[in-house]
Structures are given as C-alpha cells and as structure tokens.
C-alpha cells in the first residue's frame, strides 16, 4: 500500500465533496438590495452546499476519473448486442462544423436549407440500404423507435377500422421489444426459441390470430443467427392482417447484403449510435430512425419531410393521405448524430459499408472458430453472424460462472463481453468484436480468452473469484448498489469501505 493509495497511474480519487470546500472558492457578490420573495414558501432554507473547486482542481478531479474509465478508445470493447465500434475522428470534426453545430431548432426553416438537405440525403441512404419506402428520423434512441414503429402500426389498424391487442415476441428478444409492447398496452404472447436458436415460421403461424397487431423480431436475432425464415415468418404475418415490425439494432450484420424491405418488414428502427458510428454508452447520445413501408409510410409522425425537400411540422399541414399518428419529439431529433452517421457513410461508400459488414461477421466467426475447442459455442452448427454466443457448459463443475469469467477479463485488461443475455442459454457471454478490430487485436483477445478457459478448465479458481485485482475496486456489491442506490451524499465513510 502506497501513502496516496495510488499505484502508479491507478488512481484513487475521493468524491468531489470529499476534494470541495465551500469556504473558499468561489465569486464575491454584492449583497443584493432588499427585494421581495416571489417564491412563497419555497424559498431554500438551508445552504446548497455545492462543493467549491478552483478551475484546476475541477479539471484534475474530472480527467483523473476519466482515467478510471474503460473505452473504445483505450481497447477491445467486445460487447455483444451494443456495437462498440471505433467512431472516426472525422465524423466528429463534420458534426462540429459551425453550420450544423450551432443551428437552433426554432431558427426560421429558410435559414437551414442545408441541414435539411443532410436529413434529406441521409433519409435516402437509408430508405436505399433497407429497401422501405420512407423514414421517420426523429426517434431519439432505439427503444424510441420501436415505439414510433409500433405506433404506426397500431395507427394503420386504426384506419382499417378495427383493434388488435396482441403481439407476438420471441422469447430471445431485446427486453426493450416486450416493453415497447406493453406500454403501448398490447398483451405480449412469446414465441419459444427453437433448440437451433432461430425462429420458425412454424411456431409463429401456431401463435397467430386475428387479434395478434404485429410481431416483433430481431433479425440477425440476439443469438446472433440470422433468422432464415423471415420472409415466410412475414408471409404468415401478412395473410393474417398482422404487421412485421423488425428491431434493425443488428443492421451493421447485413448492411448491403440484405434489404428487409425484401423479406417483407413494415417497420425497422436502425441505432444510428451502433450500426453507423457515434460515440455511445452511459446513456447517450442515440438516435433511432425509423423505416416504414408503403403501407405504414402515411402514418408517420410529425414533424418529417416529404421526398421533394418540402417539412410538415404540424398535422394541420399534412396534405391528403398523410396521417401521422401524432408527434414524438419537439424538434427533428439528433442532429448532431445525423452528421456523424451520414459523414460514416459518405467516406466509406456502398462497397465500403458492405465491407464493414462482412468484415464484423468474418472477426466474429474467426473468434467463435478460435475459441470453439476450449469455450462452449451455443449454436456451433451455423455461422455466426457480428456476434459468437457462448454459453458457460464449459465452465461446469469447476465453480466457476459467467460473472467470474467476465471479472477476470477485467484483469487481463478488456471489457467483459455482455452477460447473462440472451436469455435462452444458460450463463451467455454474447462477444461481439465488430469489424474496426485488427487481426493482432482478435489474436491477443482470443489468446487471453483461451488461457482463462484454461486456467478455469485446470482448477485455477482463485484467479476467477480474487478477480479483478487490478482495477481500482474489486467486487463491488451490485445488487444492493442497484437496489439500495446512495444518490445523496450524506459525508463520512471512507471511499474504499463505501465501495468494496
Ligand atoms: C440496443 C438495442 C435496442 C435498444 O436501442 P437503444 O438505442 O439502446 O434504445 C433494441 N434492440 C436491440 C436488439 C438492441 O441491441
């Protein structure tokens, strides 16, 4: 133990209370003249206590907890079902040009004619690369637009003059598909998993009535398998009046590859933040376009713009035959992220963004064949596609888990890959490398991961239950840390007691 706590550059940083006096910074005002208090009863009684740091102490406190932070930036990122890909710099200096960066959502339309002929040039990339007939750009996250896209549906039964209260999921989905569902109040009727791990067409016609609204399915779903029965799955949904919403968060997997407008989706939320780069995680910033076919493209909400260039703010603006379910968002969504994701398609091309396909499916299944001797592989028998599902099989009878094995991923100095998803295998490590890893940068992570499996397979235990051991805390207390959150700071316990 060192007297500072430090070990070299893991550093130990106290709370901003515990650096923060607020005795002596800050500015020296005047007391304001006698005045009225126009607050009631409401006015504070008690200090604010914000803690009071000179401008270098600020800076210090916030880059020395940066430095305690994992990213993209700093190495391999492999989680599964997120996307953490390398953002280019120059997706950046586009979103920071002054043009786009400093327009103000209530500025007069006539004033940002460029910035509507960015929306308009990346509604068509993405109406060309997923085959739709139109975009809903405002979604601000995925989830967002799951809701947009089922919201369109459930306008399109609307107008048809009838009401559907189901609809169906597969049991692998994204937690965010049963949710957008029931808080839209449908009842949700899951669809069990194949032992394949895809979904059958067979056990979706089964489930299927004239109550079911839509189905919704991940595709490449979260095994990360690409669904072969789509187009028939949409058939089948089809002929019974119901709608095929598509959770698109997987499109990096098959961007110029597959269209699904072409296997017959209705609607299909694209992560811009995921499949077409932007710094993500920790909550933000996202933005979830949504893509609509012919027969859900009337629905859209407001505000949009039609093909001609030409914006609807307001409902009362539509012309006959648009009939938007209502609004979203107050203004047009992320800009800053329509930038960064059209800059990202710009500098690679068609072919380029099909590369970046194939390149993230190929770094998958190079791990899932490196690793298959010594990890259990959940579906060996298929390719897999951005992703490779490992199960925790060969981990059993050496009390070893899935949390364990990610612990001491920490230690070896990567992100744990996503665990304990999907929910169809049991212990699930989802590892996806994305197309932005070199072949050294695979080789190291596959030889780390091949000499955990070993140590765990050779009785090592202490490596896995000590871990991590080099991370400036060690296990912390997850559950009561979620459950029993401290959001106040109340002063007294000692940091490392606080946390460990
Ligand atoms: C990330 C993800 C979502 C949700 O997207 P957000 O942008 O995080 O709201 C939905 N479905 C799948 C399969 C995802 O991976």
Known sequence: MTFTGNQGLRIQEPLIFEVGRNDTTGVDLEEPA???????????????????????????????????????????????????????????????????ADIHPLQPVSTVPGALELMGELSRWLTTMTGMAAVALSPKAGAQGELAGMMAIRAAIAARGE????????????GTNP???????????????????????????EALDDDVAA??????????????????????????????????????????????????????HINLHKTFSTPHGGGGPGAGPVVLSERLAPYAPVPFLRADG???????????????????TAFHGQMGMYVR?????MSHGADGLRQASEDAVLAANYIKASLQDVMSVSFPDHHAMHEVLFDDTFLKG?????????????????????????????????????????????DLFIAAMRDLAMAARDGDTARFKEAPRYAPRRRLDETRAARKPVLTYEGGAPVAEAAE
């Not at 029931?182 to 895809?198: H, M, N, Q």
């Not at 979260?222 to 919403?245: K, N, P, V």
């Not at 030409?310 to 979203?328: K, Q, S």
């Open 34 to 100: 006698a005045f009225a208090s126009r607050l009631g009863g409401l006015a504070r009684k008690t200090p604010i206590d914000l803690p009071g740091l000179s401008e270098p102490e600020t800076m210090r406190h916030y880059v020395r907890l940066s430095r305690q932070n994992y990213a993209i930036d700093l190495g391999m990122y492999p989680l599964g079902s997120c996307t953490m890909k390398h953002n280019p710099r120059l997706n950046e200096k586009m979103a920071r040009l002054p043009g786009f």
């Open 163 to 174: 009401t559907r209260g189901t609809v169906l999921v597969p049991e692998s989905a994204h």
């Open 179 to 205: 949710a957008t569902a029931a808080a839209l109040g449908y009842k949700v009727r899951p669809i069990k998993a194949e032992p394949s791990g895809f979904v059958s067409a067979a056990a979706v016609r």
């Open 215 to 268: 189905i919704m399915l991940t595709n490449p779903n979260t095994c990360g398998l690409f669904d072969s029965e789509a187009a028939e799955i949409a058939a089948a949904i089809h002929e019974a009046g119901a709608y095929f919403y598509a959770d698109g968060a997987n499109f990096n997997a098959i961007v110029g590859k597959t269209r699904p407008g072409d296997l017959g989706v209705d609607a299909m």
């Open 310 to 328: 030409t914006l609807v703010e307001r409902a009362e603006d539509c012309a006959e035959g648009e009939m938007p379910f209502g609004r979203l």
């Open 341 to 345: 994701a059209l800059a990202y398609m």
């Open 398 to 442: 050496t009390g070893i888990t899935t949390l364990d094995f990610a612990k001491a991923m920490i230690d070896e100095g990567f992100h744990p890959m996503t665990m304990y998803f999907p929910l169809v295998v049991s212990g699930a490590m989802l590892v996806e490398p994305t197309e932005s890893e070199s072949l050294a940068s695979l």
